[in-house]
C-alpha cells in the first residue's frame, strides 16, 4: 500500500496546537511508519507539493499570505481538518475583528508607533511582508473543510483519536470533551 | 393537587398538575438541556435550548413553562430538536465574542459544556464580533458584556432572591445589554448590596469575581439554592 501523504500548515496561530501535535510523543513513531510528512512548519519544506492526501490546519486567516497558502492547500489536499480553535472560530487573532473596519491599521498602529521605543515606523514591504486582512476568518468561512477538531489546543489524545481514524479512511468520530473549545 | 399522567420519550410519568415538563423529567431522570433555568428562580423559557416535542402540537414548546397535562406525549431528544439545539447554541457563540481560550469561565462554563455535549465542533454562521465593554468598576465584581448569552438569569436572582434590583436588561435584540440601575458604572451602583448572587448565577464568563483569571471562575449554585429552600421551605440543609 502507498504510503498516505501528510502536511500540517501553521496559519495566524500561535504554534501551540503544532506543540501539541508533538505531544503526541511515541504515537509520532507509530505515525512516521505509516505516512510521509510532505509539508509541515517543522519539516523543511518551501513548496505545498500535490496530491496531499490529510491536512492540519493550525490558525486563522490573518493576512493575504495566509489566503494565498490556504487556497493552494485546498487546491492540492483531499481532506482539510481545521486544526485548533484559531482555525475553528477565529479565537484570539480574530479579536481585532472587534475593533471594526480599519481594525488592521489601528493594530499597527498601537504595535509599531504608539508602544515603539525606537524608530517608530509601520511595516511595509510589498511582497515581503503580507499585508493584514481587513478581518480575521475562520479556515471554513474561506475554503471547504472537511473535520474539525476544537481546543485551544486541542490536546494531543484527541489529535490521535482523530489522527487514527482519518487515517483508515474513516469519519471521525469525536464527543463529549473532545470537542471542547478553549 | 391532581395527578396527570403523561409520556416523556415514550416512558409513562405521573406528574402533580401545575408542574412544568422540565420539572417532571428531571424528577423521572430524563434529562433535558436547558441555559436560562436556574433553580431557585422563575423560568421565562429565553434561551429556547429545552424545547421539546409535544405531540398533537406543531410547535415546539419550552419545557421550563410549559405545564403538564394529562395524556401529554412529550418527545425530549428527536432529530429536529437536536438541529435546533445545536442552532441555537451556534447562534450564542456567533452573536457575542466567546473566546474560551482567555475565559475566565474555560471548562466551568454552562455555554462551553452544552456545546461539547451537543457535539459542536464548528459554528456555520458567521461570527459578528461586536464591540462590546467590559465593566470593572466594581470593588468586587466585573461584567464582561462579550460573554453574556443574555440569560437574566443575574437579573432574576437579583430581584427574586436577593430583592435588590440592580440587575436589569436595556435595549433589544442582539443589541440588549445588562444593566446596573439606570445604565450606570457597577460600581456607582446604590442599589447594588455587593451579595455576589449575579456571579454565581451566570453561566458563563460574563460575571467574575475580580482577580480570578481564565479557568479560575468556578460558580457555587447550591448557596443559592440553600437561601431559596431556606426561604420557601423552611429547609435549612447546608
Known amino acids: 500500500m502507498e504510503r498516505l501523504k501528510i502536511a500540517t500548515v501553521w496559519l495566524g496561530g500561535c504554534a501551540g496546537c503544532h506543540m501539541s501535535f508533538l505531544d ?45 497558502i490556504l487556497h493552494q492547500v485546498r ?30 491599521d489601528n493594530v499597527l498602529q ?19 511582508v503580507p499585508l493584514l486582512r481587513e478581518r480575521v ?18 490536546p494531543a489524545d484527541c489529535i490521535k483519536a482523530l489522527m487514527v481514524q482519518v487515517l ?13 473549545f478553549g | 393537587m391532581a395527578a396527570k399522567t403523561l409520556t416523556i420519550d415514550g416512558k409513562q410519568i405521573s406528574a402533580e398538575e401545575g408542574e412544568t415538563i422540565l420539572f417532571a423529567a428531571t424528577e423521572a431522570g430524563i434529562k433535558i438541556p436547558t441555559l436560562c433555568h436556574l433553580e431557585g428562580v422563575y423560568d421565562i423559557g429565553a434561551c429556547r435550548l429545552c424545547l421539546v416535542e409535544v405531540k398533537g402540537t406543531p410547535k415546539l414548546l419550552p419545557a421550563c413553562t410549559v405545564k403538564v397535562a394529562e395524556g401529554m406525549e412529550v418527545s425530549t431528544d428527536t432529530e429536529r430538536l437536536r438541529k435546533y439545539r445545536r442552532m441555537t447554541l451556534e447562534l450564542l457563540f456567533a452573536e457575542r465574542n466567546h473566546i474560551c481560550a482567555v475565559c475566565v469561565a474555560n471548562g466551568h462554563c454552562e455555554l462551553q459544556s452544552l456545546a461539547y455535549g451537543c ?4 459554528v456555520h454562521y458567521d461570527y459578528l464580533f461586536p464591540r462590546w465593554e467590559v465593566d470593572n468598576t466594581h470593588r468586587l465584581f466585573g461584567m464582561d458584556h462579550n460573554r453574556c448569552i443574555l440569560c437574566t438569569r443575574c437579573v432574576r436572582s437579583c430581584w427574586h432572591i436577593e430583592g435588590a434590583g440592580t440587575k436589569n436588561v436595556s ?42 483569571t481564565v479557568a479560575e471562575s468556578v460558580r457555587d449554585r447550591s448557596k443559592l439554592e440553600f437561601i431559596v429552600n431556606a426561604r420557601e421551605k423552611k429547609q435549612w440543609n447546608a
Open chain 1, 75 to 104: 487546491a492540492r489536499t483531499k481532506v482539510l481538518v481545521s486544526f485548533g480553535d484559531c482555525a475553528v472560530t477565529g479565537n484570539v487573532p480574530a479579536m481585532r475583528n472587534q475593533f471594526g473596519l480599519g481594525n488592521a
Open chain 1, 137 to 154: 476568518q475562520p479556515v471554513h468561512e474561506l475554503v471547504r473543510v472537511e473535520y474539525f477538531l476544537p481546543g485551544c489546543p486541542p
Open chain 2, 171 to 212: 435595549g433589544r435584540g442582539a443589541k440588549s445589554k445588562i444593566i446596573t440601575d439606570l445604565n450606570q458604572p457597577w460600581g456607582d451602583s446604590e442599589s447594588c448590596t455587593e451579595c455576589g448572587k449575579c456571579v454565581m448565577s451566570c453561566p458563563t464568563g460574563a460575571l467574575f469575581r475580580k482577580g480570578s
Open chain 1, 168 to 180: 483508515e479512511g474513516k469519519t471521525p468520530k469525536l464527543e463529549g470533551r473532545q470537542l471542547k
Open chain 1, 110 to 128: 498601537r504595535a509599531y508607533i504608539d508602544n515603539a521605543q525606537f524608530n517608530p515606523v509601520k511595516p511595509r514591504q510589498d511582497g515581503i
Open chain 1, 24 to 68: 503526541l510523543d511515541e504515537f509520532l513513531i507509530d505515525l512516521a511508519g505509516k505516512v510521509d510528512l510532505v509539508y509541515s512548519p517543522i519539516a523543511d519544506v518551501k513548496e505545498y507539493p500535490e496530491g496531499v492526501d490529510v491536512c492540519l490546519i493550525e490558525g486563522a486567516v490573518c493576512n493575504d499570505d495566509n489566503l494565498e
Open chain 2, 119 to 122: 457535539g459542536l465542533e464548528h
